[in-house]
């Protein structure tokens, strides 16, 4: 039988970017912060402000609304709620898009009155649009990298639970990812890299058809690692 706290473990991972601006998004406009040289936040604006732009992110961030299944179906887009620049965005020519630069984009949804997120990295090509990598749901305050690391390991857990309750016929997936609190407060140098932080979050689950709830606790190293011990809160 598992415990509320089974089998942690602890992950070091170095951080995917060393540092980051955030700014906060619209769907109607970007407040884009006063860190930066005003000639890409700008043009990183307009881009983000084109309908085509908002057209692209609105509609995956609905799709992946759909494969959540969550018997909502009248979930709709509320607003851009949150934008995190990884990488500063450079510009060539009269190319609308960045040819280099990476950032963190995210959607708020309207769920039957409740809100809900999705989440999204986009990194900048050369003569073409940013490639776009879905990140995990919700409200995590994870980098990339981090993410992947506690999504292997906690999905992990889910398949030990899902062994144990439907015999494994049925592969876990994640719904939700939630920031529960903050036991250390977060704090950064004078690039953006993070130097001191230690937060929970409840990572949910579908397990043979029922949400199964893991909680996270994550702690940022003063050299900039990040490490996380995670187990299965038990009704």
Same mark, same amino acid.
């Given at each position: 039988m598992?415990?509320? %706290?089974?089998?942690?473990?602890?992950?070091?991972?170095?951080?995917?970017?060393?540092?980051?601006?955030?700014?906060?998004?619209?769907?109607?406009?970007? @407040?884009?912060?006063?860190?930066?040289?005003?000639? %890409?936040?700008?043009?990183?604006?307009? =881009?983000?402000?084109?309908?085509?732009?908002?057209?692209?992110?609105?509609?995956?961030?609905? $799709? @992946?609304? $759909?494969?959540?299944?969550?018997?909502?179906?009248?979930? &709709?887009?509320?607003?851009?709620?949150?934008? /995190?620049?990884?990488? *500063?965005?450079?510009?060539?020519?009269?190319?609308?898009?960045?040819v280099a630069?990476?950032?963190?984009?995210?959607?708020?949804?309207?769920?039957?009155? $409740?809100k809900?997120?999705? @989440?999204?990295?986009?990194?900048?090509?050369?003569? !073409? /649009?940013?490639?776009?990598?879905?990140?995990?749901?919700?409200? &995590?305050?994870? @980098?990339?990298?981090?993410?992947?690391?506690?999504?292997? =390991?906690?999905?992990?857990?889910?398949?030990?639970?899902?062994d144990?309750k439907?015999?494994?016929?049925?592969?876990?997936?994640?719904?939700? &990812? *939630?920031? *529960?609190?903050?036991? !250390?407060?977060? !704090?950064?140098?004078?690039t953006?890299?993070?130097? /001191?932080?230690? %937060?929970?979050e409840?990572?949910? =689950?579908?397990?043979?058809?029922?949400?199964?709830?893991?909680?996270?606790?994550?702690?940022?190293?003063?050299?900039g &690692?990040?490490?996380?011990?995670?187990?299965?809160? !038990?009704?």
């Amino acid at each position: 039988m598992m415990r509320h %706290w089974v089998q942690a473990l602890v992950f070091r991972k170095k951080r995917l970017f060393g540092g980051a601006i955030l700014l906060m998004a619209g769907l109607a406009g970007t @407040n884009v912060g006063q860190a930066a040289d005003p000639a %890409w936040k700008v043009k990183l604006e307009t =881009y983000l402000t084109s309908p085509s732009y908002n057209a692209m992110i609105s509609d995956m961030a609905l $799709r @992946n609304e $759909r494969a959540l299944s969550t018997g909502c179906l009248t979930s &709709t887009v509320k607003k851009r709620s949150n934008l /995190q620049i990884l990488q *500063e965005p450079r510009f060539a020519g009269t190319q609308e898009a960045p040819v280099a630069g990476s950032w963190k984009d995210q959607v708020e949804i309207n769920r039957c009155g $409740r809100k809900a997120y999705h @989440n999204f990295l986009f990194v900048a090509q050369p003569d !073409k /649009q940013p490639e776009l990598v879905v990140l995990m749901p919700g409200t &995590t305050r994870t @980098n990339p990298v981090l993410q992947r690391d506690v999504l292997v =390991y906690v999905g992990g857990q889910a398949k030990l639970l899902a062994d144990q309750k439907c015999f494994g016929f049925e592969l876990p997936r994640i719904l939700n &990812t *939630e920031f *529960e609190k903050e036991n !250390k407060s977060l !704090k950064s140098d004078g690039t953006g890299k993070m130097t /001191q932080g230690e %937060w929970q979050e409840i990572w949910s =689950y579908d397990v043979c058809g029922k949400k199964e709830d893991f909680r996270v606790l994550l702690r940022v190293k003063p050299d900039g &690692t990040s490490e996380f011990i995670s187990g299965y809160i !038990k009704k």
